[in-house]
């Protein structure tokens, strides 16, 4: 289906457009910025042409978190390498990601996981690799990963002398400082403790994994791109002695989706200076609900509204379900005529939407129109 029909069908009330061009230009850009390896985090936007094109723009592979994710990979990305970084992983999972999809590549954060990978996987194999998660430390990320995973720094030495005596794996060490980092200063401090770790493991460590969490741009939180972080990072990483000699790879998800796709809601009722559209927190506007002020547009049929014409005023937005939750956490400046069958178009919703959305009170948002980079203004 083509943009124009999209606006124009009456058979539903929201759809994704998705630019598959930005989506490469993030990546690629990130890729060029970055002093080491690039591994695509699934779980931010997991759809097959996200898949795809974050490969042809040149991600070195996938993290994975679940069997699943690795066979949407396996499926997209035929031959790709995928990285299990999820701490918690069942026995089942380990042995099929190992026998069944040959992932090499896993990562634990305490004797229990460890323990579980020393009796799954053979120990004599030396093409194996575990990372052990450390905790980074305190962090300005709106999504704190720490309270979840992350070994001690004792911890993490004992972790990592273990495998080498027990096992011929090669080892690494890894770290998360949180979703929608704001700051360069939490990556900075872990790679300090980083540097430590391999100074201080009394066994060879191969490569840091220094996780995602890289900011993206909303309207309440006006992030500049990625490469003056980045840049830092490089920098940094080159100063180290310690440092230089593994191998340095990381996670984006959020960073390199979030601005490929909006999500245009139909206005189906207006009451007052409340709109109630065809999508809400369940049906991909989760984000919206939490902490993020998303850019958005108003159309009319296939033309946006011209604002400066008919004039803006706040209003209150709510989703299509009956749970009275299911409003958006922000007021949005929206033409003041706006109406029933107008859209909303909510922008920066290609990270975190369609991998979180559900069709709660049977409303759904199935349909994916693919534009060109400039096809809509």
Wanted: proline share 6%.
């Amino acid at each position: 289906m083509q943009f124009d029909a999209a606006v124009r069908a009456t058979e539903f009330d929201a759809f994704y457009t998705f630019n598959p061009a930005r989506l490469a230009h993030a990546t690629r850009a990130f890729v060029e910025g970055f002093p080491g390896s690039v591994l695509y985090a699934v779980k931010a936007n997991p759809l097959p042409q996200v898949i795809s094109t974050v490969r042809a723009a040149g991600v070195a592979g996938f993290d994975v978190a679940s069997i699943g994710e690795a066979l949407l990979v396996q499926a997209e990305a035929p031959g790709a390498r995928c990285w299990f970084m999820n701490p918690a992983k069942s026995r089942r999972d380990i042995e099929r990601a190992w026998r069944e999809l040959g992932l090499r590549d896993f990562v634990v954060d305490c004797a229990a996981e460890l323990e579980k990978l020393l009796e799954v996987l053979p120990t004599q194999e030396p093409s194996l690799r575990t990372y052990v998660r450390f905790h980074s430390g305190a962090s300005d990320a709106l999504y704190d990963l720490n309270s979840k995973f992350g070994a001690s720094h004792a911890d993490t030495l004992r972790l990592l002398q273990r495998i080498a005596a027990q096992t011929r794996w090669s080892s690494g060490i890894a770290f998360h400082p949180g979703s929608q980092t704001i700051s360069v200063e939490p990556y900075l401090a872990a790679l300090q403790t980083a540097a430590r770790l391999v100074e201080q493991a009394n066994a060879p460590v191969a490569a840091l994994d220094i996780g995602g969490g890289f900011p993206a741009r909303y309207d309440n939180m006006p992030m500049s791109p990625p490469a003056s972080l980045l840049q830092r990072l490089g920098e940094f990483v080159a100063s180290s002695s310690a440092l230089k000699r593994v191998e340095l790879l990381c996670e984006p998800g959020r960073v390199l989706a979030y601005d490929c796709m909006s999500l245009f809601a139909r206005v189906i009722l207006r009451k007052d200076q409340a709109l109630y559209c065809g999508a809400g927190i369940f049906g991909g506007l989760l984000p919206a609900q939490q902490f993020f002020q998303l850019p958005v547009r108003a159309w009319r049929g296939s033309e946006p509204i011209d604002v400066a014409a008919d004039g803006r005023s706040e209003f209150v937005v709510f989703g299509p379900t009956c749970d009275s939750n299911d409003r958006l956490a922000f007021p949005y400046a929206l033409p003041v005529h706006l109406r029933e069958g107008d859209w909303i178009e909510f922008q920066h919703v290609g990270a975190y939407s369609e991998s979180v959305r559900c069709a709660f009170n049977g409303f759904s948002v199935d349909h994916l129109v693919t534009v060109g980079e400039h096809e809509m203004g």
